[in-house]
């Protein structure tokens, strides 16, 4: 069997690196969460204590005889015997861990399949990752205040879980070139984190001090523009960082991160919070800052939504006006960066009604993906992954309906695919 190809950019596209032929990534995203060690609940795709080989292998057949040629899946950051780390002062990755992510590369080079590999926000649990500065780090000008209380925030400020993200794809990297190397062409890109948000219940954005020092910067967090001016700041000194280093570790590699809309959480825009009226406290990444960095795209989510006063058109047109569209559509074409749609899909709570409303109405809502496609279809997005395929836990109440169970949600996908 001819190895994979990899998978590189072109003038803002995805192409096959060895023919240039133009490369539009369609797929499925799969996920599996358990209690890990236990610990909290986290993503167990490939931990030992959850690993599903028989259902892998025939999850990459079906998905690739579906037409799909794209899985996106999720890392652990769990130390323990079913994390990524045995321990968390190891810097060596879960043998038995490393072993299941080669089957599942495996699988999917079998059947011509590439896959994106994702993390949650929470950095990997290795000491050792975690306390070894990367290359030139003193350029970032990463915050120097470890406190705690910046929770997820400092994520995107501090070192420690900078270092501990980038230094553990590194070292996923030299561990599948060490044992299984034409694997690495496998993988379409590493993506950074899933989601990747701020919050603004937590610091710094409560104190909201006038001069708050990042980047070689003074940011004064009291008004809206310059809490949003930091978090633009922090995103992109955080992505370059992590993306940098990826690629010293591996010239070929695409590196991306993902995040949702505004709308999604009921905001109007990037720095509208003291007019936001809303109960969420997360503030998505700004994608022109996302794209603003080293990243070599950009992964947006999108859902199908209405309400009483939105279509299903008009939510759509709501959550891409709320990530400037037409600004991030420009800024991407001259940065020869593709916009990716990582996410996309429909939850039952769109066509639930009362009094019943446990059932979840499958023929109301394959004809309101459908409407939604249909909307989706004239923008200049590079590609689209549904939410989600389903896992040996997946139920038929699940509020996003699983392909294993509902393939008629499938059938919308691959016409809205075929038709481009």
Known sequence: MASTTRIGIQDGRFVEKNSGKPFRPFGVNYYRTAPIDGKKRGHCSFSPGSYDEAFITQMMQKVSHDGF??????????????????????????????????????????????VILTWDTW???????????????????????????????????NPKPIRAKAIAICTLIEALRKSTP????????WELENEVHFKLDQEPFVSRSAAFAFGGRSFDLRSDDGAQALMDTATSVWATACADAIHAADAEALVSASVFTFAAVGRQGPGTWSKDDTKDMRIPARPLALLDSSLDFVDLHLYAGRSNSRNITQHLQHDLTSVELPSLIAAAKRLGKPILIGESGIGAHVTRRGPDWQTIRHDASVALLREFHQA?????????????????DSAAQNDYPALTLFPQYGEVLKAFHFSH
């Open 69 to 114: 040629n794209t899985v996106r899946s999720f890392l652990s950051n769990h130390s323990g015997l079913n994390g990524i780390v045995t321990d968390p002062q190891s810097g060596e990755i879960n043998p038995a861990y490393l072993a299941n992510l080669i089957h599942f590369l495996r699988a999917a080079e079998k059947h011509h399949l590439h």
């Open 123 to 157: 950095s990997p649990d290795s000491r050792a990752w975690a306390e070894k500065p990367l290359t030139d780090e003193a350029r970032h000008g990463f915050s120097s205040d470890t406190k705690s209380h910046f929770s997820v925030n400092g994520y995107r400020l």
């Open 182 to 189: 034409e694997l690495l062409a496998v993988v379409l890109a």
């Open 376 to 392: 989706l279809a004239p923008q200049p997005f590079a590609g689209l992954l549904h939410w989600h395929y389903g896992s040996p």
